[in-house]
């Protein structure tokens, strides 16, 4: 018998030894009660190799080809990085990006809320509140048609020499171009002349600008200086004249940017050109938070906000 032939036989004894579903085999196997000196040596050789014993080889006829057959195959190690090869790294970009969304959210509730309470420090300004007038198709108009969505109001008069036709073509500029936007604004002409622009001569009047949706506000003196006092615009219109007398009309020149609320958020002068005008008030837009949420963005940041800042 060989070398290799002794090892093999050996090695098939082991398993007939440690592995009982093999036993029904061991007959045509050697017993190792009865093992020759050499098979013994060989044994001890196999236990080498299995422990990972350093010893030489009893039998130097046998190559190291032939000797990695009776090796033991050790197992593979795990990769340390486990989940997190790509599965996991999907699902920790998803959160990140979940966590920096929300981040943003809370930061501009965080921001409307602080700039609401440095107005509210010193002093928010007491502009609009309640008023009724006729609007040029004769129907009547409240502080209550201004909720829903943004307005841009102007006072004047429809005999104004220059100025008035001047902002109303400034206010078709700025309409148009926050349309472009897909910000719906609705312009609206309150005359401080009541005494002379009547609900036709307001309708007639506005049909020379370009200002889709335009509302005109007249009334009588009364609820004209009610309102002209709301929204604290200064107008030296007499009250006791009459249409066909010859006055001079003096008013502030201002646009009144209102929300979607009523209430008010930002006065534009003459400073202002077009462009100008068309941009602060989209910013002003953007940046607009409904009092609910206004409301419940007054807490204490995240314990984990510190992380971020």
């Given at each position: 018998m060989s070398a290799t032939d002794a090892m093999r036989n050996a090695y098939r004894a082991r398993r007939v030894l440690f592995c009982p579903r093999n036993r029904p085999f061991s007959t045509t196997l050697p017993i190792f009660n009865e093992r020759k000196p050499e098979e013994k040596k060989v044994e001890e050789d196999l236990d080498a190799l299995v422990t990972g014993k350093k010893r030489p080889m009893a039998n130097p006829e046998l190559t190291e080809e032939e000797s990695v057959v009776f090796k033991v195959a050790k197992p593979k190690r795990r990769n340390p990085l486990g989940f997190f090869n790509v599965a996991g790294m999907l699902i920790f970009a998803g959160g990140l990006a979940l966590l920096i969304n929300y981040k943003r959210r809370v930061q501009r509730a965080v921001d409307a809320h602080k700039e609401e309470q440095e107005s509210e420090s010193f002093g928010k300004a007491l502009?609009?509140?309640?008023?009724?007038?006729?609007?040029?198709?004769?129907?009547i108009f409240t502080q209550e048609n201004l909720k829903g969505k943004f307005s841009l109001i102007y006072f004047g008069f429809t005999l104004c020499p220059d100025i008035c036709p001047e902002e109303l073509d400034k206010m078709a500029i700025i309409v148009q171009n926050l349309r472009k936007q897909g910000i719906d604004i609705q312009p609206i002409f309150i005359s401080c002349d009541p005494i002379r622009d009547t609900p036709p001569v307001l309708k007639k009047y506005l049909e020379d600008f370009d200002i889709e949706g335009i509302v005109g506000l007249t009334g009588?003196?009364?609820?004209?200086?009610?309102?002209?006092?709301?929204?604290?615009?200064?107008?030296?219109?007499?009250?006791?004249?009459?249409?066909e007398d010859d006055y001079i009309v003096d008013h502030s020149i201002f646009f009144y940017l209102m929300d979607p609320e009523g209430e008010?958020?930002?006065?534009?002068?003459?400073?202002?050109?077009?462009?100008?005008?068309?941009?602060?008030?989209?910013?002003?837009?953007k940046k607009w938070v409904p009092a609910r949420d206004r409301r419940e963005s007054s807490f204490q940041k995240p314990s984990f906000w510190k992380f971020w800042e």
């Open positions: 502009i609009g509140g309640p008023f009724q007038l006729i609007d040029q198709n004769g129907g009588s003196y009364s609820d004209v200086e009610a309102c002209c006092k709301a929204y604290r615009v200064y107008f030296s219109t007499p009250p006791d004249v009459t249409a008010f958020v930002n006065v534009f002068g003459r400073r202002y050109d077009a462009k100008g005008a068309s941009e602060e008030i989209a910013k002003k837009i």
